[in-house]
């Protein structure tokens, strides 16, 4: 069926959203017919520009939906917040895309993202003082812990079409909060149980066998959020997500209805990264431009600096490994000559060539591998060549699309992406 899925291979904001774009626009291909999350939630930003000038920054919806007939599944990895849903809806219908909810499916056991858990995960954040971790401020990461102390208790989204257990279960999740941190500025559990519950009548909510009846009726792309180097278990933490950022989630649906599927990875030619934590080739003399990214209260600054070779093969091979590569941002490398390659790293007595992925679910690994890294320095090199040669080499894998702007006709392909079955 030539299902793809795509990972962001380094800290988010590589450019998913334009890849996920271009794959359901693409002219004389076989059609994309949805676009499936399989992690994450309401803090993706994955902005698409169209040839006629909009911008949007897709979210929860799939970033193919600009692309006529193209529908969204939250699956039930994805942590799902109707309010949030409700507003970005909005936002698509005033730009010329009406009636988005219409073409959205819900797994009905995808946790539910609510105010309570935003209200809770901003005030640790904020206690966290000088020792922030960088949190989206969406509430994300306090979901899934509360799901994970609480399963029968944790809300999810089969429940709004139930108010008695809906109310129950708010009312269990807001008590335990508030007992935890004080008073949060939240709403009502009736007036979020209202809310919920037209959200259920206006939207399909499904159970786990829809998505195989989805992917046997055609080509599928299942969108990822953030990135590899966030990843919850294969992250540097503590400055991760709680997520799995990897291939696994959408690998595991496609188990489930007996399918396969391509892995394109993504990657810029240089770094970024929204946030504290590690950042080798941080650099903060280069001038990047950055239309849709900056500073902001929850996140921090937004960083920059040069492609970080080590970095991108550690997520490669922690994730699994890749078919192939799509590079973005090829036409802000064209203006900047500046730009080197870090192909090892300069450690307290040693040079580094490569990070070892640890054993699974080791966070007492990945920490120790945070300290190693905060410490670390580059060794730069030129790139020696095109930035497709360079990344193939370090990548070993082809560099199938390349991106020189923000829409689908900035993008080119090259005989790579016929060869993994994602041609029509």
């Not at 640790?124 to 989206?136: D, I, K, M, Q």
């Not at 590569?325 to 090829?330: E, Q």
């Amino acid at each position: 069926m030539n299902h793809v899925i795509v990972v962001d291979l380094g800290y988010g904001d590589a450019g998913k959203g334009t890849v996920v774009d271009w794959l359901c626009s693409r002219e004389g291909s076989r059609p994309v017919h949805a676009v499936v999350r399989f992690n994450g939630g309401a803090q993706a930003a994955h902005h698409v520009v169209t040839r006629d000038g909009r911008c949007h920054a897709f979210a929860q919806f799939g970033a193919g939906t600009f692309t006529p007939g193209v529908r969204t599944h939250l699956s039930r990895f994805v942590l799902v917040d109707p309010l949030a849903l409700a507003a970005e809806a909005a936002h698509l219908a005033s730009i010329g895309v009406p009636g988005a909810l219409d073409l959205l499916t819900v797994d009905r056991d995808a946790l539910l993202a609510t105010p309570y858990h935003q209200a809770a995960n901003r005030a640790r954040e904020l206690a966290r003082g000088s020792g922030r971790h960088g949190s989206c401020g969406m509430g994300i990461g306090e979901t899934a812990s509360y799901a994970l102390a609480n399963p029968d208790d944790a809300p999810r989204v089969g429940d709004c079409a139930t108010p008695r257990v809906l109310a129950r279960k708010l009312a269990a999740l807001r008590g335990r909060l508030t007992g935890e941190l004080g008073p949060l500025p939240a709403p009502p559990v009736a007036d979020a149980c209202d809310a919920y519950h037209e959200f259920a009548s206006r939207v399909k909510v499904v159970d786990g066998g829809y998505l195989a009846d989805l992917l046997r009726a055609g080509p599928v792309v299942f969108e990822g959020a953030q990135g590899v180097l966030l990843d919850e278990w294969r992250g540097f933490h503590p400055y991760t997500t709680w997520s799995t950022t990897t291939f696994a989630n959408a690998e595991q649906l496609l188990a489930d209805a007996d399918q396969t599927a391509v892995r394109l990875g993504v990657t810029r030619c240089y770094m970024t990264r929204h946030g504290p934590g590690p950042f080798v080739t941080e650099d903060t003399s280069l001038g990047l431009p950055e239309a849709h990214n900056g500073r902001n209260r929850w996140q921090g600054p937004f960083r920059a600096g040069h492609l970080d070779a080590v970095a991108l093969r550690y997520a490669i091979e922690a994730a699994g490994g890749v078919d192939a590569i799509a590079l973005t941002h090829l036409d802000t490398a064209a203006c900047h000559p500046e730009l080197r390659i870090c192909r090892a790293y300069q450690t307290p007595g040693n040079v580094l060539t490569k990070l070892q992925p640890g054993p699974p679910r080791d966070l007492d690994y990945q920490e120790r591998l945070t300290h190693m890294l905060l410490a670390a320095r580059p060794v730069y090199s030129l790139p020696n060549g095109d930035w497709a040669d360079v990344i193939e080499q370090q990548a070993g894998a082809p560099v199938a699309l390349r991106s020189h702007g923000p829409t689908a006709a900035d993008k080119s392909t090259s005989e790579p992406l016929s060869t993994h079955g994602m041609a029509a």
